[in-house]
């Protein structure tokens, strides 16, 4: 008899050690959790629950790192409405939503607000090892109703999309905390914008502070460090469903992000366990030529002319609009073409600048089916187009589609390495005097 009672106590204990060892990472319709309550994602990487930030006592439902000592949250449900006590419960209610409520089933704080859902009592929601939050309806898990992944907060993870769902009309936006302590939405946004070709845009309110340039097949044309993309994997698809980007970590056991910081920067950190910080990879805005605009219409940023010069240049053919403005080192009002210049008669041609951002395109024209050459030929015929580009680079010189400009191209930069070509167009004049400059140059070299 005691040999029995001592196996039973011991399947007793083993199975209390099992059930306190396992993580919970599901809230379905009769297992909600309240504040003090977490889930922990199956290979127990991210964690869902109640937080408070320093010096508040405000309540907040998100997710973040398990296995990261330093807390970062990644992303908030209620950012703008947070709880003032510790009765908050999140809850799948009776019509497959995910609702962040009190206890007493009165103020909704937070919701999913999925329409069209039907009421069963099989609705789940689920925190995945990629730190999405997901919400079923019914039994078949490949087919989720909401994820956070659409919702972003400041965050961007591995396996997130970054731009546009066509069919849905979604755009996931990505936003800053107001402050280091206040996780509501604040002033800087990151997101896609789809006039011309795609691209990337970092603004501060309305007002557009940086930009990654288009897409050119390797990476974005203003972040020539992409080429080297030995940490991920990425991908870009543009087709009628969609206009996205989205990266995949070689090494899944590196913990990385992408943050948009209350100080106006679009930060890429990697965790480094010894050191028990966040460490930079990479960063944006980071110098005078990153400002959007900086030098205005048709002006060149260079921050590797002649040391101590004026980072702002015109294009071949092009002047300051204003002198005054250029001695004073302010290049926003741009440049304008020389006095004299007669564009679209014959003798018109291109001037190559290298390693360069290429303009905005939000008033360009692509054309994917043109090749480089093509692309000349279409340009020259057209008296408004003023400059043209490869749209893929990744083909090499030949290059793969065409992108035209034909009216104001700004936000122009040169790299000291990356960049692709752009071709601006120029009279037979210029054309004439840069082929004497060329001559000079030459001769200086044989004497």
Request: aromatic share 12%; net charge negative; proline share 2%.
């Amino acid at each position: 008899m005691c040999k029995e009672i001592c196996i039973l106590a011991s399947m007793l204990i083993f199975l209390n050690i099992v059930w306190f060892c396992t993580s919970i990472d599901t809230i379905t319709l009769t297992r909600p959790i309240k504040d003090g309550d977490v889930l922990v994602s199956n290979g127990e990487t991210f964690v869902l629950g109640f937080f408070s930030t320093k010096n508040s006592s405000n309540r907040y439902v998100g997710i973040w790192y398990n296995k990261v000592s330093e807390q970062t949250v990644v992303w908030v449900a209620n950012r703008d409405r947070p709880i003032t006590n510790s009765s908050g419960i999140l809850s799948v209610d009776e019509t497959g939503n995910l609702v962040l409520h009190e206890q007493d089933q009165g103020f909704m704080f937070w919701s999913t607000n999925v329409s069209g859902v039907q009421v069963n009592n099989v609705s789940t929601a689920q925190l995945l090892d990629s730190g999405n939050l997901v919400l079923f309806q019914g039994q078949n898990k490949d087919v989720y109703s909401w994820q956070s992944f659409d919702y972003p907060s400041n965050t961007a993870l591995p396996g997130m999309k970054i731009g546009i769902d066509r069919k849905r009309g979604l755009n996931r936006v990505f936003t800053s905390w107001k402050s280091i302590v206040n996780p509501g939405v604040g002033d800087y946004s990151h997101k896609m914008e789809l006039v011309g070709s795609p691209q990337l845009f970092l603004y501060q309110g309305v007002t557009k502070i940086w930009r990654t340039g288009s897409w050119t097949g390797q990476g974005w044309s203003g972040i020539p460090e992409m080429s080297a993309n030995y940490l991920f994997n990425v991908s870009y698809i543009n087709n009628d469903d969609e206009a996205v980007l989205v990266y995949f970590l070689r090494d899944t056991s590196i913990f990385s992000r992408m943050v948009i910081t209350e100080s106006r920067t679009i930060d890429r950190q990697s965790w480094h366990e010894v050191d028990r910080k966040w460490v930079d990879f990479w960063s944006a805005p980071k110098d005078q030529c990153d400002g959007y605009n900086h030098c205005g219409p048709f002006g060149l940023c260079d921050l590797y002319n002649t040391l101590g010069a004026f980072e702002c240049a015109c294009f071949p053919g092009y002047e300051a609009q204003s002198q005054q403005d250029w001695f004073l080192r302010d290049g926003s009002r741009g440049c304008k073409l020389k006095v004299g210049t007669k564009l679209c008669e014959s003798g018109d041609g291109f001037v190559e600048l290298k390693r360069v951002k290429v303009p905005d395109t939000s008033t360009a024209r692509v054309n994917m089916s043109l090749g480089l050459e093509a692309c000349k030929e279409l340009c020259l015929r057209n008296c408004t187009c003023l400059g043209y580009a490869s749209a893929d680079i990744s083909q090499g010189v030949i290059g793969g589609g065409c992108i035209t400009w034909h009216g104001d191209m700004i936000d122009t930069r040169t790299f000291s390495d990356g960049g692709q070509s752009l071709f601006v167009r120029v009279d037979a004049a210029q054309l004439g005097a840069l082929f004497l400059i060329i001559l000079s140059l030459i001769a200086v070299k044989l004497y």
